[in-house]
């Protein structure tokens, strides 16, 4: 008998997740939602992004990061030479959009969040990555500050964790972007150093 049939599968659990949450209703944003985005990019990943919750392009194609800041995002993965196919995995604190992109509630942002931590056991990435202010907080505590922790490592249950700005923050802000490329920069060192030392980037 082969032994095989009886080892988890690959991510196991994620389907079964993501069938849970697009039928969620633990919270009031799934009255206004058009679509649950649950994720995208690589399950198989050793890199976690961590962005805000979906925004309109998001609600409507069901996609993460698909508008102007997913376009900016993956500029800067194609700085990196990393790619949402092979590199990254991506979710969201929120898998729903709050009308008019307010900023997430507490109360939905609890209960949202126990989607996020199964996700991270899953996925178990090497490196995890936040953008900013709304997802550093509900990861690592409301009292930090994204100006004053984006581009230190910080620790989430031993997963390393890299904080930076919300690429809607680069939008309307151009000036942030070197201090993004910076924190992209440690993420590619630590890449190498902890999950492929072969790891090609023109620019580090
Ligand atoms: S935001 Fe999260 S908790 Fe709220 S309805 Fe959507 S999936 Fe459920």
């Known amino acids: 008998m082969d032994g095989d049939l009886f080892a988890p599968a690959p991510f196991s659990?994620?389907?079964?997740?993501?069938?849970?949450?697009?039928?969620?209703?633990?919270?009031?944003?799934?009255?206004?939602?058009?679509?649950?985005?649950f994720d995208g990019g690589n399950p198989a990943a050793?890199?976690?992004?961590?962005?805000?919750?979906?925004?309109?392009?998001?609600?409507?194609?069901?996609?993460?990061?698909?508008?102007?800041?997913?376009?900016?995002?993956?500029?800067?993965?194609?700085?990196?030479?990393?790619?949402?196919?092979?590199?990254?995995?991506?979710?969201?604190?929120?898998?729903?959009?709050?009308?008019g992109n307010r900023t997430p509630a507490t109360e939905e942002m609890a209960a949202c969040l126990p989607y996020l931590e199964q996700q991270i056991e899953i996925i178990n990435p090497a490196i995890i990555i936040t953008l900013g202010a709304t997802a550093l907080k509900a990861l690592l505590g409301e009292n930090l500050k994204i100006t004053r922790e984006r581009g230190h490592w910080k620790l989430y249950y031993n997963?390393?964790?890299?904080?930076?700005?919300?690429?809607?923050?680069?939008?309307?802000?151009?000036?942030?972007?070197?201090?993004?490329?910076?924190?992209?920069?440690?993420?590619?060192?630590?890449?190498?150093?902890l999950v492929n030392p072969g790891h090609y980037c023109k620019y580090v």
């Open 13 to 37: 659990g994620l389907n079964e997740l993501r069938e849970e949450a697009i039928h969620c209703t633990k919270c009031p944003l799934h009255k206004t939602r058009t679509n649950v985005v």
């Open 46 to 99: 050793r890199i976690f992004l961590i962005g805000e919750a979906p925004g309109y392009d998001e609600d409507q194609s069901g996609r993460v990061f698909v508008g102007k800041s997913g376009q900016l995002l993956d500029k800067i993965f194609a700085a990196c030479n990393f790619t949402r196919e092979e590199h990254i995995y991506i979710s969201n604190i929120l898998k729903c959009r709050p009308p």
């Open 159 to 193: 997963r390393l964790v890299m904080p930076t700005y919300h690429p809607s923050a680069l939008l309307r802000n151009p000036n942030l972007k070197k201090d993004v490329w910076e924190d992209f920069k440690k993420v590619i060192l630590k890449y190498r150093e």
